[in-house]
């Protein structure tokens, strides 16, 4: 008997899916370098060295940032993501998140996501291209992802997956055929995607 027959699983980044990390990224840099003009709009690319707005000495204190768990502690959750976590529990699919942040992160997220109240069946801190390997066989599974990327590997070597682009302004210009583009968690329906 195969064990992934009827598996249902939602596979969810974290930044910039359900932590938004870009407006945590902006309330830094205004508080640290009294940059007071900027906003989320302006973070057009997701990789921050790449960033023409701030100084090569900025990039280093904000690396360091990232690296720090305190950071992650104060991210702002997405509105309403939590409430569709727990929705989807309810009709029966499974609920993991996928991250690349590195392990030494894992117990600030994990608390993060209690905190703020997500169900969900596990937490995988995973290099970005390995997010998937665990739908398999006959599981149904879709993917909800802010980077673009990451987007268009998965879509090559797993095309069952139904995938679902994170409208941020740090993927807006791309015209991304392979994934659906959504602004909000809650316009993914379940129904939906098991009708695929
Ligand atoms: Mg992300």
Not at 106 to 122: I, K, N, P, Q
Request: hydrophobic fraction near 40%; proline fraction near 6%.
């Amino acid at each position: 008997m195969n064990q992934n027959k009827g598996r249902k699983i939602a596979y969810l980044d974290i930044d910039g899916v359900v932590a938004n990390t870009g407006q945590a990224v902006i309330d830094l840099v205004k508080k640290e370098f009294h940059k007071s003009d900027v906003s989320i709009e302006d973070i057009k690319e997701y990789e921050i060295p790449k960033l023409p707005w701030l100084t090569s000495k900025e990039v280093e204190t904000l690396l360091l940032r990232f690296n720090d768990p305190e950071f992650y502690y104060f991210i702002p959750p997405m509105p309403q993501a939590a409430q569709t976590t727990r929705l989807w529990k309810q009709k029966g699919w499974q609920v993991i998140f996928v991250t690349a942040r590195p392990p030494h992160l894992y117990e600030v997220t994990l608390y993060w996501l209690r905190r703020h109240g997500f169900a969900f069946d596990s937490l995988i801190m995973s290099s970005p291209f390995d997010k998937v390997n665990h739908c398999q066989n006959h599981a149904l599974c879709f993917l909800v992802e802010d980077r673009p990327d990451v987007l268009f590997h998965i879509a090559q070597i797993k095309p069952q997956i139904k995938l679902f682009l994170y409208d941020q302004p740090w993927n807006r210009t791309l015209n991304f055929s392979l994934a659906t583009r959504i602004k909000s968690l809650a316009e993914i329906e379940a129904h939906t995607v098991e009708q695929k």
